[in-house]
């Protein structure tokens, strides 16, 4: 997750979003206002599935990400 999220303007953080087609439309409108990094926490839909491409117009492979699995123990302070 550092690597991800080191030296971003905008970062977006997704909890629990099971559909993939609410995944896809984060990626999409996130990609709109330039956010350029997400963070994937337990729960949330794979942003790589078909579905989920579609939706974002491609904006989930062109975007880094990154999953923690365990909120919010995983991050450093």
Not at 51 to 76: H, M, V
């Amino acid at each position: 997750m550092e690597d991800v999220v080191r030296n971003a303007t905008r970062v977006l953080v997704l909890e629990g979003v099971t559909d993939a087609d609410n995944v896809g439309s984060a990626f999409r409108n996130a990609a709109a206002f330039r956010c350029g990094r997400h963070v994937l926490l337990s729960g949330c839909c794979d942003p790589l599935y078909r579905k989920a491409i579609r939706t974002s117009n491609g904006a989930c492979l062109r975007t880094p990400f990154a999953r923690i699995a365990e909120w919010p123990s995983d991050l450093q302070a």
